[in-house]
C-alpha cells in the first residue's frame, strides 16, 4: 500500500499561488494520484486527479514528474476561502475491486488577507 | 452531479443505544461505499468498504459487530454504531464510487456522534 507525505502545515496570502508537494516513493503502476480539500466539520471534496505529465482544471494544477514519486499540487491565486486541510492519496485497489485510499495527516493551509 | 448525502447531520445518544447512520448517493449508482470515521484535527480513517449486495470488508481494529453496515442498494449503505460508548464520539463520513477507473470518491458532509 502506497503512503504519501506531506508538509503538516504552510501559510500564505491572498493572491498568491500555492504549491503543495506530496511524495509517494512507493506509488504503484496502476495507482493514481488525487487530491482532496477539506473543511472543519465537513467530507472532503474531490480536487484533482491524475496520474503522470500536468492536469489543469478549473480550481488547479498537477504536475506529476516522470518517476512519479511525487506530486504538486498547484493552486492560483488563493483566497481566504482556500484556507483548508488538502489531502494528498495515492489509489490502491485490493482483493475484490475494492478501492482503498491511504489517507495521511494531511496539509493545513491557512491563507492570510 | 455526483452528490452524497448523509443523515442525519448530528446525533446525540445515550450510551448502550444503539444509531443509525444513513449514506445515500443521490444522482448516480455507487457501486463502492466506504465509511470513515474522524477525530478532531486527525487524519480520515477508514472503517469499512461495501459494495452492494455484499458484506463489508472491515478495516483491522474495527469491529463488524459494534459497526454493522448494510448496503442494500446501488444508492444506499448504512451504518448502525450499536450498543454506543463515549469513545465512539465520533465524525462519521460516508463516501461513494461510481465504480470507474479513476480513483474518485465523492464524500457526504459528515454525521457527528455525540455518545452521553
Known amino acids: 500500500l502506497a503512503k504519501t507525505t506531506q508538509p503538516i502545515s504552510m501559510d500564505s496570502y491572498e493572491g498568491q499561488e500555492v504549491n503543495i508537494t506530496c511524495s509517494h516513493n512507493?506509488?504503484?503502476?496502476?495507482?493514481?494520484i488525487t487530491w482532496y480539500q477539506q473543511f472543519p466539520s465537513q467530507g472532503p471534496r474531490f480536487i484533482i486527479q491524475?496520474?503522470?505529465?500536468?492536469v489543469t482544471n478549473e480550481v488547479a494544477s498537477l504536475f506529476i514528474p516522470a518517476d512519479r514519486k511525487s506530486s504538486t499540487l498547484s493552486l492560483p491565486r488563493v483566497s481566504l476561502s482556500d484556507t483548508a486541510v488538502y489531502y494528498c492519496l495515492v489509489g490502491d485497489v485490493n482483493a475484490g475491486n475494492n478501492r482503498k485510499l491511504i489517507w495521511g495527516l494531511g496539509t493545513s493551509l491557512a491563507v492570510n488577507p | 452531479g455526483a452528490v452524497v448525502s448523509q443523515h442525519p447531520s448530528r446525533v446525540i445518544c445515550k450510551s448502550g443505544t444503539s444509531v443509525k447512520i444513513e449514506c445515500r448517493s443521490l444522482d448516480f449508482q455507487a457501486t463502492t461505499m466506504f465509511w470513515y470515521r474522524q477525530f478532531p484535527k486527525k487524519s480520515l480513517m477508514l472503517m469499512a468498504t461495501?459494495?452492494?449486495?455484499?458484506?463489508?470488508?472491515?478495516e483491522q481494529g474495527v469491529e463488524k459487530d459494534k459497526f454493522l453496515i448494510n448496503h442494500a442498494s446501488l444508492t444506499l449503505s448504512t451504518l448502525t454504531v450499536t450498543s454506543a460508548h463515549p469513545e465512539d464520539s465520533s465524525f462519521y463520513i460516508c463516501?461513494?464510487?461510481?465504480?470507474?477507473?479513476?480513483?474518485?470518491?465523492?464524500f457526504g458532509p459528515g454525521t457527528r456522534l455525540t455518545v452521553t
Open positions: 463516501s461513494a464510487s461510481r465504480g470507474n477507473e479513476a480513483y474518485e470518491q465523492y
Open positions: 461495501s459494495n452492494e449486495g455484499s458484506k463489508a470488508t472491515y
Open positions: 512507493n506509488i504503484a503502476t496502476n495507482d493514481y
Open positions: 491524475g496520474y503522470k505529465t500536468k
